[in-house]
């Protein structure tokens, strides 16, 4: 993967845009023949937000670590391993860059021959960056996608979610961070246009609910470390709605980079193969069986597994559940509304309560679903088709 220019000046629309949206949005004429782009805002994608619709609920654990994911080298007998693990709610938006990282730390053990611990999204775009340093890789795993737990994200950009504490922060992390989200960003850039578009922009709707909401605390403290960024991520516009017949008093509208999971990692999957990538299904119990096979450099993508397989106890788990509503290829988009998370893919719609406080689900190893959770967060997306007058 290589690096390509910036694309943020293209998509913001740049401040021009973004003031005569405003000036639309509170019902001021436009001059001359200018349109308002924004006009979208009054007239939502229109999720069928209904129980009755929700096809499967998914739990997923994230890996989380105060001080961020774990890329440090390891001797285990006569093999070396590096860990890339500890990916908390951003494994899809770092997986590049951290790959990139590990790989680069692999190299210097064995450029031939890789063996790559773990098929998620860490360990699979590790692999392929593994192959295009030059090795032979071969893949362990217990499970392939789509049986493993990343296959259960939301599916968007969060490069800064879950991922570190605040309190455990080093200038040192900071910037590697910031690395890892840049080149992933990079990478996902060429990855667009591809058949079934695995990889794609749409538009968020962060929406201010009239009805006033308690503020979303973080007792965690969680790494805030987007605003490193900035330059990259379109900031979109934020508009003002003065029709009171609408449930939302300001729209934050920007375009939001989407992963279709199920194609991306059917994608991934097939590059590993088509480059002569080796996958065998197997579950390690203990770090010294890594010494019963042949490669002299592992990568350990483990994911939350790392915490059991290494008794690595800095893992928390931080646990996520996403109600599944069918897909509706004619309403795609991203929402947030009265703390229900919505990602409308073209493999599903998302739809995540996102707790009373950003302390929801935090040390919690529960990974059975909770059907009254799912009905909560259908129901609050529900209710905003109906203020509007839908009945979805
Ligand atoms: C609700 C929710 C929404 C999320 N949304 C997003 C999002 O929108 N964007 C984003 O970037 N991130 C998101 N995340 C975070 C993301 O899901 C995680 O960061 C990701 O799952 C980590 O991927 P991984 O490859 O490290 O682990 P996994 O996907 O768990 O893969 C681990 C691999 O290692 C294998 N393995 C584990 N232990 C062993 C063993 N002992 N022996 C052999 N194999 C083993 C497994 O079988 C599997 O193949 C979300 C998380 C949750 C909970």
Same mark, same amino acid.
């Given at each position: 993967?290589?690096?390509?220019?910036?694309?943020?000046?293209?998509?913001?629309?740049?401040?021009?845009?973004?003031?005569?949206?405003? !000036?639309?949005?509170?019902?001021?004429?436009?001059? +001359?023949?200018?349109?308002? !782009?924004?006009? $979208?805002?009054?007239?939502?994608?229109?999720?069928?937000?209904?129980?009755?619709?929700?096809?499967?609920?998914?739990?997923?654990?994230?890996?989380f /670590?105060a001080?961020?994911?774990?890329?440090?080298?390891?001797?285990?007998?006569?093999?070396?391993?590096?860990?890339?693990?500890?990916?908390?709610?951003?494994?899809?938006?770092?997986?590049?860059?951290?790959? *990139?990282?590990?790989?680069? /730390?692999?190299?210097?053990?064995?450029? *031939?021959?890789?063996?790559?611990?773990?098929? +998620?999204?860490?360990?699979?775009?590790?692999?392929?960056?593994?192959? *295009?340093?030059?090795?032979?890789?071969?893949?362990?795993?217990?499970?392939?996608?789509?049986?493993?737990?990343?296959?259960?994200?939301?599916?968007?950009?969060?490069?800064?979610?879950r991922?570190?504490q605040t309190s455990?922060?080093?200038?040192?992390?900071?910037?590697?961070?910031?690395?890892?989200?840049?080149?992933?960003?990079?990478?996902?850039?060429?990855?667009?246009?591809?058949?079934?578009?695995?990889?794609?922009?749409?538009?968020?709707?962060?929406?201010?609910?009239?009805?006033?909401?308690?503020?979303?605390?973080d007792p965690i403290g969680f790494?805030?470390?987007?605003?490193?960024?900035? $330059?990259?991520?379109?900031?979109?516009?934020?508009?003002?709605?003065?029709?009171?017949?609408?449930?939302?008093?300001?729209?934050?509208?920007?375009?939001?980079?989407?992963?279709?999971?199920?194609?991306?990692?059917?994608?991934?999957?097939? *590059?590993?193969?088509?480059?002569?990538?080796?996958?065998?299904?197997?579950?390690?119990?203990?770090?010294?069986?890594?010494?019963?096979?042949?490669?002299?450099?592992?990568?350990?993508?483990?994911?939350?597994?790392?915490?059991?397989?290494?008794?690595?106890?800095?893992?928390i788990?931080v646990? +996520?559940?996403?109600?599944?509503?069918?897909?509706?290829?004619?309403? !795609?988009?991203?929402?947030?509304?009265?703390?229900?998370?919505?990602?409308?893919?073209? $493999?599903?719609?998302?739809?995540?309560?996102?707790?009373?406080d950003m302390s929801?689900?935090f040390?919690?190893?529960?990974?059975?679903? $909770?059907?009254?959770?799912?009905?909560?967060?259908?129901?609050?997306?529900?209710? !905003?088709?109906?203020?509007?007058?839908?009945?979805?």
């Amino acid at each position: 993967m290589t690096h390509s220019f910036s694309r943020r000046r293209a998509l913001t629309g740049g401040a021009s845009v973004a003031g005569l949206s405003m !000036l639309s949005a509170c019902g001021t004429t436009m001059p +001359g023949n200018l349109r308002d !782009l924004d006009a $979208d805002i009054r007239n939502l994608p229109i999720i069928r937000a209904r129980t009755d619709r929700i096809d499967r609920i998914t739990v997923c654990l994230r890996p989380f /670590r105060a001080v961020g994911p774990r890329l440090e080298v390891e001797q285990v007998g006569h093999k070396a391993v590096v860990h890339n693990y500890g990916h908390g709610g951003s494994g899809w938006s770092l997986s590049w860059g951290a790959g *990139q990282m590990a790989v680069e /730390r692999a190299v210097t053990f064995s450029k *031939q021959h890789i063996g790559v611990i773990g098929c +998620g999204a860490i360990g699979l775009t590790t692999a392929i960056l593994a192959q *295009q340093a030059g090795a032979q890789v071969t893949i362990y795993a217990e499970s392939l996608p789509p049986f493993v737990r990343s296959a259960r994200a939301s599916g968007s950009w969060t490069p800064s979610s879950r991922i570190a504490q605040t309190s455990a922060m080093t200038p040192e992390f900071e910037a590697r961070w910031e690395k890892m989200a840049r080149f992933t960003f990079s990478c996902y850039q060429n990855l667009q246009g591809l058949p079934g578009n695995p990889i794609e922009w749409d538009n968020f709707y962060g929406l201010t609910s009239r009805t006033p909401q308690p503020e979303h605390k973080d007792p965690i403290g969680f790494a805030k470390l987007d605003n490193r960024i900035q $330059d990259i991520e379109p900031q979109g516009n934020r508009i003002a709605i003065d029709d009171p017949r609408l449930p939302y008093s300001s729209v934050h509208k920007k375009p939001n980079l989407i992963f279709n999971v199920a194609s991306y990692s059917d994608y991934l999957l097939k *590059q590993f193969l088509e480059r002569g990538g080796r996958i065998k299904i197997m579950t390690l119990r203990h770090p010294s069986e890594l010494t019963a096979l042949p490669e002299p450099v592992f990568i350990n993508c483990t994911g939350y597994g790392a915490r059991a397989l290494w008794q690595d106890e800095s893992v928390i788990p931080v646990r +996520g559940q996403i109600a599944w509503l069918i897909p509706q290829p004619e309403a !795609l988009c991203s929402l947030s509304y009265e703390n229900v998370y919505v990602v409308s893919r073209r $493999d599903g719609i998302v739809v995540q309560w996102m707790g009373d406080d950003m302390s929801f689900g935090f040390g919690s190893t529960n990974e059975t679903p $909770d059907i009254a959770e799912a009905h909560r967060g259908v129901s609050i997306l529900n209710s !905003l088709y109906t203020k509007m007058g839908y009945n979805v």
